[in-house]
């Protein structure tokens, strides 16, 4: 009887504590582009150079990309709860240092630190989804939900970069964060429980330094090299140095007892298959995302707000995906379920490929958006729940690895194809994200194994 009157409660909790962990993300997620769009108004007012300026992306990228592995061994080492908790904090209070900013060094400050609390944050999101859907109908329904969130934030991210910017200041692009932690905070506190922590676990200080200073050092060359070129001390030097520093992470990671990246999260096929994807959508999706920004606004001339209500068939798209891959994700190959999803946003990258200064927005570029979301929207969600299923106790660094990969491979992508645009402009740019992706799809098809996913096990 007692089990009886405490179980319908437990299954209301848990999808409260879905609504929760995914309005954390989704705060981070916006983070990534809201300040895009605000960009201008920030140097205006703050007296910034055209150089530091860049770093207000840059310093999020490096914070985030940096720590994800270390916030992933954190979380086990903690206790989710205890780092979602940590990581919604520390970012509310970054975001207001940024928001407060008197100068630039503090708006900097504030990026950086909002970067690192958001590498805390994510893998105890995905490791809470893991832990509380671990049923086959649940988990696609929730991981269905949290991929329709995560992938409509870089477009909500511009949206709502417009708005405050046009109708209020560039301070409320950082201040908005604030209801929005108050809110998921409430929500975990009141839904996602204590649990038991990871027994064993010790922070492995020398692959964390290594894969710290590896991981930043790769993203900031990447960093550099969009805005100095590819042949230049300032980009190819860090790359190098990252390239090394990673190596003998990994190394190193074969030979400690407790390894920050355990390499069984990574040698498991459905995982490196789903990190592959993971980082090939996001060279593609940032990509689009980079070159439409700046079309719509430098070539079409639109309005901020203009502009950010463009990118919305983006989350229509994504939308339609999640919802169809949730209700496959338990009765298809996650081979099966990927690889087309990689091949529908080059078809996406393809059209882009065709557009021109005079392209109508409602025949030529709105299809684009649609098809970039539609395949985004069937990639996130696979890649998610592949990652973190069955992963137990390395649930949090196997989920921090799939957005390792992600921010990676935006970071790449956007150096490296936007070299490609200043030199044979964006149409050929697209064109070659496109071919890059249709590789990448045969790539992850081969690297998953026949047997891969079953999510119903």
Not at 162 to 177: C, E, K, P
Not at 241 to 261: D, E, H, I, K, Y
Not at 415 to 443: E, I, P, Q, R
Request: hydrophobic share 55%; charged share 10%.
């Amino acid at each position: 009887m007692m089990r009886t009157e405490v179980e319908p409660q437990l299954d209301v909790r848990r999808w409260w504590a879905l609504g929760a962990v995914a309005t954390a993300q989704l705060m981070v997620g916006i983070d990534l582009t809201i300040v895009n769009i605000a960009l201008p108004s920030m140097q205006r007012d703050l007296g910034m150079s055209d150089p530091g300026r860049q770093w207000v992306i840059t310093l999020f990228a490096l914070g985030y990309g940096g720590f994800l592995l270390l916030g992933g061994r954190t979380s086990d080492l903690i206790g989710r709860r205890r780092a979602l908790l940590i990581g919604l904090t520390g970012f509310a209070l970054a975001s207001a240092l940024g928001g407060a900013a008197t100068g630039p060094w503090m708006l900097l400050a504030g990026r950086g630190l909002q970067g690192v609390f958001g590498a805390l944050l994510t893998p105890a999101v995905l490791a809470t989804l893991a832990a509380s859907f671990p049923l086959p109908a649940e988990r696609g329904k929730a991981f269905g939900i949290y991929g329709g969130v995560m992938g409509s934030a870089s477009g909500l991210g511009v949206l709502a970069g417009g708005v405050l910017t046009q109708y209020l200041d560039w301070r409320w692009s950082m201040f908005v964060n604030l209801p929005i932690a108050a809110v998921a905070a409430g929500g975990i506190l009141y839904a996602v429980r204590p649990a038991q922590r990871t027994s064993g676990v010790r922070v492995d200080v020398p692959g964390a330094l290594l894969a710290t200073a590896g991981l930043m050092a790769v993203v900031f060359g990447f960093a550099r090299a969009e805005s100095d070129g590819w042949g230049a001390a300032a980009s190819y030097g860090p790359l190098a140095v990252g390239v090394v520093l990673l190596a003998a992470f990994l190394m190193a990671q074969a030979r400690v007892s407790n390894p920050l990246l355990p390499l069984r999260v990574v040698k498991d096929r459905r995982r490196g298959g789903s990190y592959l994807a993971v980082f090939s959508l996001a060279i593609g999706m940032f990509a689009a995302l980079f070159f439409l920004t700046f079309y719509l606004q430098t070539v079409k001339h639109y309005s901020p707000v203009k502009a950010g209500l463009a990118f919305l068939p983006l989350t229509v798209g994504l939308m339609v995906g999640v919802r169809a891959v949730s209700r496959l994700l338990a009765k298809v190959s996650v081979r099966t379920l990927i690889c087309p999803g990689l091949i529908t946003i080059a078809a996406g990258l393809g059209l882009l490929g065709l557009v021109h200064a005079d392209s109508s927005y409602w025949l030529q570029v709105m299809p684009v958006f649609l098809l970039v979301g539609l395949g985004t929207g069937w990639v996130l969600v696979t890649a998610n729940s592949t990652a973190t299923l069955g992963a137990g106790p390395d649930s949090a660094v196997a989920g921090a690895m799939v957005m390792t990969s992600q921010q990676v491979g935006a970071s790449l992508g956007t150096a490296l194809l936007s070299t490609v645009a200043g030199v044979h402009g964006f149409n050929a740019a697209s064109f070659g994200a496109a071919g890059f992706l249709c590789v990448a799809a045969v790539a992850v098809y081969w690297t998953l194994s026949e047997r891969s996913p079953d999510h119903s096990r």
